[in-house]
């Protein structure tokens, strides 16, 4: 079954999802947690985006995370490996067609955190860059419903594109 590109208005609740499966993961991960944030467009506060929470979870060493794959199957996980990005172990909450969290765990010193912090804060402290980022991806989503390769490959530019801008704003 294809995922329907489903772009929502900002729902001030997304922060409370995040908290409460902050609090649940922290349960899971303990003391090999070191931090955990609230990441991606539903972190960013107007943004439209699909009702999907990303985290990203920092971890001392990713080789202990593969000993967490069976619990956290256990409790309605999906484990997608590195799924492209080196030293990453990623997880979906749900189905491949429904699902409601995203779960980005690296190792401490990995740059996609800083990377990925600083997209957030950025946006942020942009709110005009948001509007932008929010129509494109209405208009995306609007285009191809059925399509989440075109979807995000559509964002990739304006992705890129933030990204630089957001490394030179976090430096001053």
């Known amino acids: ?52 929470i990303d985290i990203l979870m920092v971890v001392q060493d990713i080789q202990k995370m593969d000993s967490f794959n069976q619990i956290m199957q256990c409790v309605g996980y999906i484990l997608k490996g590195e799924n492209g990005i080196p030293g990453r172990r990623f997880f979906i909450k749900g189905d491949e067609a429904h699902h409601t969290h995203h779960l980005h765990v690296f190792q401490k010193g990995h740059a996609d955190i800083t990377r990925h912090l600083n997209f957030r804060d950025y946006l942020i402290a942009h709110p005009v860059k948001v509007r932008k980022y929010a129509r494109l991806k209405k208009a995306l989503a609007n285009r191809t419903p059925l399509d989440i390769d075109f979807y995000q490959s559509g964002k990739e530019q304006f992705i890129r594109e933030i990204d630089e801008k957001a490394n030179i704003w976090s430096k001053k």
């Open 1 to 52: 079954m294809a995922r329907k590109v489903e772009v929502s208005n900002y729902d001030p609740d997304w922060v409370n999802e995040f908290e409460k499966e902050a609090v649940y993961l922290r349960n899971i991960f303990g003391g090999e947690m070191l931090k955990i944030h609230h990441i991606g467009s539903t972190s960013i506060p107007g943004m439209d985006a699909k009702p999907i």
